[in-house]
């Protein structure tokens, strides 16, 4: 986790603001790997995409499945979901009675940690931001898998939240 008093003024953080829970999730590994599968699969563009859950991760709900989604901008920069896409799995997911449990998207060259222009962009609080890293120094040391991180971003705060693999 970044601690508080992380000295990269470029990633923001928590603003002072207390955390907003959850504190830690459990991601399935099916889903785990979806994501880090389809991140390499988009390189060197950043790739995106919706787990849907039950309940929000705050209420605790359970991720459901992964849904890759299109990277408008197809730009290893930034990304945003194609509008049509994020409008079908709007209604398929309200018509589920289900959630956007997550907005996940890579990072291809830097920490998976979200940046200014990441949380300008949040426009679901209730939500968790997952964040995959393709960069080589953000992998695990002893089993070079991808760095994979969860956060909630709440009026501009950035709380990070622990992620366990299941399975």
Do not use: K
């Amino acid at each position: 986790m970044v601690s508080e008093a992380d000295p990269d003024p470029y990633y923001p953080g928590s603003g002072g603001s207390p955390h907003p829970g959850p504190a830690s999730v459990t991601l399935p590994a099916a889903i785990h790997d979806g994501i880090v599968e389809q991140a390499r699969r988009e390189a060197p563009n950043e790739a995106c995409g919706i787990v849907i859950g039950d309940l929000p991760a705050a209420e605790g709900g359970v991720a459901l499945r992964w849904a890759p989604l299109r990277n408008q901008f197809e730009s290893p920069l930034r990304y945003a979901i194609e509008p049509e896409d994020l409008l079908r799995l709007t209604i398929e997911t309200d018509d589920a009675d289900e959630v956007f449990w997550a907005i996940v998207h890579s990072h291809v060259a830097s920490p998976a940690r979200p940046s200014p222009t990441d949380v300008r962009e949040s426009h679901y609080p209730e939500a968790l931001y997952l964040l995959v890293s393709l960069d080589p120094a953000e992998a695990d040391p002893a089993s070079g898998a991808a760095s994979l991180r969860a956060w909630r971003i709440v009026d501009g705060g950035v709380h990070e939240v622990e992620v366990h693999i299941d399975g």
